[in-house]
């Protein structure tokens, strides 16, 4: 009984090993890469949103008419640029 213990944690073991064992290293990154590239660095990425523009009282009062004309998609679009330059 002790011996199958013995083989069974033994067998346990190993699986556990091979599995650590494939688990990537991350990779180093010299400092003289990312000194040498400051460009890439100060890109954005897409999870980096530039604040949000102040809307206008013009753009307000048209988003206003385009909510009680209930004007959706496309359509709404349109509206609110035909809207905003008339």
Same mark, same amino acid.
């Not at 013995?6 to 064992?21: D, G, P």
């Given at each position: 009984?002790?011996?199958? =213990?013995?083989?069974?944690?033994?067998?346990?073991?190993?699986?556990?090993?091979?599995?650590?064992?494939?688990?990537?290293?991350?990779?180093?990154?010299?400092?003289?890469?990312?000194?040498?590239?400051?460009?890439?660095?100060?890109?954005?990425?897409?999870?980096?949103?530039?604040?949000?523009?102040?809307?206008?009282?013009?753009?307000?009062?048209?988003?206003?008419?385009?909510?009680?004309?209930?004007? =959706?998609?496309?359509?709404?679009?349109?509206?609110?640029?035909?809207?905003?330059?008339?």
């Amino acid at each position: 009984m002790k011996l199958s =213990h013995a083989l069974a944690f033994a067998a346990a073991l190993s699986i556990a090993a091979t599995a650590f064992a494939q688990t990537p290293a991350a990779p180093a990154a010299p400092a003289a890469t990312t000194a040498a590239k400051p460009a890439a660095a100060a890109k954005t990425t897409g999870a980096e949103k530039t604040p949000a523009k102040e809307r206008t009282a013009k753009s307000l009062d048209c988003s206003k008419q385009a909510d009680t004309k209930n004007i =959706h998609g496309k359509e709404r679009k349109k509206f609110m640029s035909d809207c905003k330059k008339g």
